[in-house]
């Protein structure tokens, strides 16, 4: 069974279309990247998911079933969600406002303790939300999101505000949950980091699906060249790459597509001044730039 | 049930965090205290005067102040949750949206409640210790009845103000149209109603007239306070009820009326209310 799935779905506000019909199907364990500028139609999606608002055209359905139905508050039990800038209850403690969700969504109050040591927050649990800092309300967040032990997570703009090594740990935890058979949608703009752990890669823009796949097959569709950066003194390449360099600081850089790679490191190697040499595949941050300039370029 | 319990329950232990509940019976203890004591000072006498004229008179500064107190409470109960991104997520939960404005009015409701009940019942207490000629059980039943009435018109205004809460999108506009109504109710309505008696010469359907009191849930809770001690004599605006000679019960039911029109307009409001 899909875990998530949506069918022609499309969203208008007022004559607005903010999400053209899109099609997605989500398997249980996989994590998908939900990327686009701001108005991309993200958040559109994400709201169809959750059942906030109802499809104009095309169906949506969560665990099988109508997220807006009336089985929406079991659905709801099984869900995880958060979202970007909430800034939940000054007045309470850290505590206090994940047991205030925690009896909302029907959970064991020990997971309140769990949780807030899961994310870091145990020492803070009993200051108010208000002296904390932008990382540690995300990280408030996010043990939110965790009650319940949800089936489907949906993050938006997670790691916003927290810094590189809770990010990193951030992302550990994600595949952790993956291990244990969660199906989670990282919605983001924000892309560094993020590669390694997703599955899928959902590009938006303007509300158009602009590109739906796995990082590989997205960059080979794409055809994005490999980047060597190379060093070394009096460096002279064959001539069938010499076409292909640019000269930078201190040393060349050589884009060839991803097919060549092999056959290209091969003959650079074999140079006798050779000192150093490094490699970078395309990013999602190319893959991404790819798609959405594909897109203006097409318009 | 839980959830809006849940919900009810989290608002009220918000009231009594950021001290309203001590706030609001403070500010009830000091005005029924201060009237019982004072308010005989203009024919030159200082202490504890007559209990019907006390509670009569604190009906008339009760509907300037309860009516402020509830706007000031629950005006930002949804838009505020709004704000701060809260009631986006709060609809991801299992909650349904009117189990959530239902449990945020009787929090404030509770809160009210409580306010209310210790405020003047501190200055009944007080009165039943230091007034020579009230004995105490001449003051319970006056005082229950207006402290029961206190409340409903405090639940009212809750709810008008979380009806105005779950229907902009800003803050400060719930603030503003709080403003205005409390405004409108307190000020303006009985001013119009002077105002037409005025300009008409007094020539008025004097049987239609009265009615148009009902509009106005504070005239009412007036009515049914001066009402409980008959034996005063009307003055300014409410002598026009004379006329009509309202039963208790359709004055209750009539504020029974104001308290379940906006509770449901407020649940509409807030089931059409886009996220």
């Not at chain 1, 095309?58 to 807006?68: A, I, K, L, M, N």
């Not at chain 1, 060349?252 to 490699?279: G, H, R």
């Not at chain 2, 229950?144 to 999108?169: D, P």
Request: hydrophobic share 50%; charged share 15%; net charge neutral.
């Amino acid at each position: 069974m899909n875990i998530v799935e949506l069918q022609q779905a499309g969203k208008n506000y007022q004559g607005v279309e903010a999400l053209k019909s899109i099609d997605l199907n989500l398997q249980q364990g996989e994590v998908l990247g939900l990327f686009g500028h701001n108005g991309a139609g993200k958040t559109t999606t994400i709201k169809l998911i959750l059942g906030l608002i109802k499809p104009t055209v095309g169906q949506v359905r969560v665990f099988g079933d109508d997220p807006t139905g009336d089985n929406a508050h079991n659905l709801r039990k099984q869900l995880g969600f958060l979202q970007e800038n909430v800034s939940f209850y000054q007045q309470m403690t850290g505590r206090e406002v994940l047991s205030y969700f925690a009896k909302l969504k029907g959970c064991d109050n020990k997971q309140v303790s769990h949780l807030l040591e899961e994310v870091g927050l145990d020492h803070a649990s009993m200051r108010r939300v208000k002296t904390y800092s932008k990382g540690m309300r995300q990280r408030l967040g996010l043990a939110q999101a965790l009650l319940g032990k949800p089936k489907l997570l949906l993050l938006d703009e997670p790691t916003v505000g927290l810094d590189p090594i809770a990010t990193q740990d951030f992302y550990q935890g994600i595949a952790r949950l993956k291990a244990q058979g969660s199906t989670i949608i990282l919605c983001s703009h924000v892309l560094a980091g993020v590669e390694k752990y997703i599955d899928r890669a959902l590009i938006l823009g303007q509300g158009q699906l602009l590109a739906e796949g796995s990082l590989t097959t997205l960059t080979e569709k794409a055809d994005l060249p490999v980047t060597f950066y190379l060093q070394g003194s009096n460096l002279q390449l064959p001539a069938d790459l010499d076409a292909h360099t640019f000269p930078i600081n201190g040393g060349i850089k050589l884009q060839v597509s991803q097919q060549q790679k092999m056959a290209v490191l091969k003959q650079l190697v074999a140079l006798p001044t050779l000192e150093n040499i490094d490699i970078q595949m395309p990013r999602l941050e190319d893959i991404y730039r790819y798609y959405t300039n594909d897109m203006e370029r097409s318009q | 049930m839980k959830a809006i319990l849940i919900v009810a329950n989290k608002e009220f232990h918000d009231g009594l965090r950021n001290r309203w509940v001590m706030s609001i019976s403070l500010i009830f203890a000091l005005l029924a205290t201060g009237l019982a004591y004072f308010g005989a000072a203009a024919s030159g006498q200082a202490g504890f005067t007559n209990l019907s004229t006390t509670l009569v008179s604190l009906a008339s500064l009760a509907v300037f102040v309860i009516p402020l107190i509830a706007l000031m409470l629950s005006y930002d109960g949804v838009v505020g949750e709004d704000e701060s991104g809260t009631l986006l997520l709060l609809m991801t939960y299992p909650l349904s949206r009117w189990q959530l404005i239902l449990g945020k009015m009787m929090g404030h409701w509770m809160i009210i409640a409580l306010s209310t009940i210790i405020g003047f019942g501190l200055s009944a207490i007080i009165m039943g210790l230091f007034s020579e000629d009230t004995s105490w059980g001449e003051l319970v039943k006056p005082y229950a009845f207006f402290i029961a009435f206190a409340i409903l018109l405090g639940w009212i205004f809750i709810a008008i103000a979380t009806m105005i809460s779950a229907s902009v999108v800003e803050k400060s506009k719930a603030a503003g149209l709080a403003l205005i109504v409390w405004f409108m109710f307190v000020f303006m309505f009985d001013l119009f109603l002077l105002g037409l008696l005025v300009g008409t010469e007094g020539n008025v359907n004097a049987e239609l007239f009265p009615y148009l009191l009902l509009l106005n849930p504070t005239d009412i809770f007036r009515l049914i306070i001066i009402d409980f001690f008959a034996q005063q004599e009307l003055t300014g605006l409410m002598a026009v009820a004379q006329h009509a000679q309202f039963a208790t019960s359709s004055l209750i039911l009539s504020m029974l009326a104001w308290f379940i029109a906006p509770v449901l307009l407020a649940i509409l409001l807030f089931n059409r209310r886009k996220l």
